[in-house]
């Protein structure tokens, strides 16, 4: 949050002190849907294991889905809008010369203040133009459960470019039947006004992608001070405040353009209460009656104290006029070129300068642009709690509180996966006891591994579910970079890094190449599916066997029917943030649709639909199918007992091989399978997989892969070709 701008830091700590798209061809034969844009995969009823062995929760133990209860992950769109050298990896540095944290002017570093990854994500030191990892990140998030991504433009910039590409990929995807969280802003803590006007006049006010807007209260929702919102310079303009005085009245002439329904200045009571004073508008000139007069009594410390109208003003000359003070107060003066033109007036004289002014001009339809959202104001603090109703976290230290709305007792709550918070106060990740992903009960656990198992995400989360909120906040899903200090907060080192530091001192739940890998997206599916409830498995309908050498049409009723996302089968060509380097991948064939199974006394039978008709078998990696069948003797790799066609099959054999121990296998038997055009059907004996005791419900788990790439690499999945479900997910087949 506090990257690179170390002149905006040093101010704030002085004031604290859609596109339409053609719908592609359905598959003839994809079953139960009514157009490709209802095309639900149930992704909260696959299963899934992650590398330390912990499964993702079902209905059997989450219950129902909760649908009044929502999740938001912080998003960020900057990889890419800063100069692209490097990449400069913190953690890969230290493992090199671990000295350098010592040593600013080591070879090793970037620039001061340039951006430096913690580490690398699995998709590579990507930038946020990348259609291929955008669509990932949609196809992750919505699967996990997530309701809204909100992007951080907390920076006082909106990253325009990035997020209209993501917008535009997102409906993209939801036109081919895919799914993806709607999108919400988090903007600057302290004076939101610019970010707000710009999101409105480029998205919001166009009603571009209106489907994407994430709505509550019935309007887009947006993470900013609504008292703060106006046309005024941006806070680093704040000059010297003028003191008002008894009988000498401060004043600032302008000029609005456009009709306005709010106009008001920025005052300071230098920390003494019950100060007060009046506020008053005039039209043109200060001879005339004001149009509007205020009386203000504990006016509030650095805060836009403002004249409201029912009516919007029209454009014109005005003066806005402060008198009759009472205690010690003042008026900011603004450094910046007024946005209005005037100049300021004591006791009606003209003086050089401008004092701060706001107005809030109203939208084309004549709205004021408070109007257009749902405001919540968002609490920088990860310590004070909320100070007010109505205001979010995005981030706090163990134990969090409760924000509290104008109706609800228990609106939201943040949870995060490390603060860059010493003790009580405001810090930076590089400094040794900052709160890493190992924090829990009150340190930072020194275990080897103890990174790999969220121990700080997992105390939140547990805060979280015990207090039931209605909207959790996750931070963060991909953050990455931060920038290179020398000082934050009082702080001196030879290197800081505020946000972002290392692996152990990081907070993207994205996940990594090497290091914990993928093991905080199944943690935050986990909580997920603990706070929204998950729907139950459909079980298996009545026994039918499948002649494999039959027609297709054999397979209409069978149920249930398990979907893949339709175009999800990775393609890729785009640069890193290297500007020699380009990420490059056509390893999509045969993009998955639809799977069935079946079940006789003799045989398993399997189906599977794609696209497109299915690429030849003398294809690598071809139409490969993983089951695991639950406890059996013998070896397994991820769970899974058994693959088809990891060998080549021939024109009607494919090859059954067992797990010997990992990613090591042996031939257990050639079963027959048949293919058409998109469709594929296999049968497997039951014998070959050790299923033949009909007393026992089947109970199977099973996945499709095609164009796997580096065979005992399980994060394959989720890089090349195509996979159904997708990840480390699995589809449950049981009996009841």
Known sequence: MLRIRSALITLCLFVLCGVALSQPAVPQRLTNHRSVRNWDTQSDTWAATDALGRQVPGFDLVGPPRKDRFIGVFYFLWLGSFPRVGPYDVTQILKQDPTTMLNPASPLWGAPAAPHHWGQSLFGYYLNDDEYVLRRHAQMLSDAGVDVIIFDTSNDVTYKSQYMKLLQVFSAVRAEGGKTPQIAFLCPFWDPGRVVRELVTDLYGTGLYRDLWFKWRGKPLILAEPNEVGDHNPLTTLGQPKDLEVGKPLAQKFTSTKPFRTVGARTLTYGTAGTGMTLSL????????????????NVPDNKWVNLEFSRPLPPGDYVLQMSEPKGHLGWWTDNGKPLFGGSMTVNREPQVGALSLTIEATTESGKPITDLFTFRAPQPSYFDGPTKKDMWSWLEVYPQHVFPSSTRAKEQMSVGVAQNAVGSRLGSMSEHDARGRNWHDGKNDERKDAVDWGLNFQEQAERALKEDPEFIFITGWNEWIAGRFSEFAGVKEPVMFVDEFTQ?????????????????????????????GARSISSAGQMKSIDVEGDFRQWR???????????DSAHRDHPGWNPSARYT????????????VSRDEDSIMFYVQTKDPITPITDPHWMMLFINVGEQRGGNWNGYQFVLNRKQADAQ???????????????????????QGNEMQITIPRSALGLQDLSKPLHLEFKWVDNMQHEGDITDFGLHGDAAPNGRFNYVFIEK
Do not use: C
């Open 282 to 297: 005039y039209r043109g000139t200060q001879t005339e009656t004001p149009i509007a007069s205020k009386k203000f009594t």
């Open 504 to 532: 152990e001192r990081s907070r993207d739940i994205e996940p990594m190449m090497g290091g914990h890998g993928d093991n905080y997206y199944y943690q935050m599916v986990s909580f997920i599916r603990r706070y929204k």
């Open 557 to 567: 009723g069978v149920e249930p029917t398990y979907r893949d996302d339709i175009g």
């Open 585 to 596: 991948d056509n390893t999509g064939r045969n993009d998955f649709v639809s799977m069935k």
């Open 653 to 675: 054999y494919g090859v059954l091989e067992q797990s010997t121990g990992g990613w090591n296998w042996r031939e257990k038997a050639r079963v027959r399978y048949r293919v």
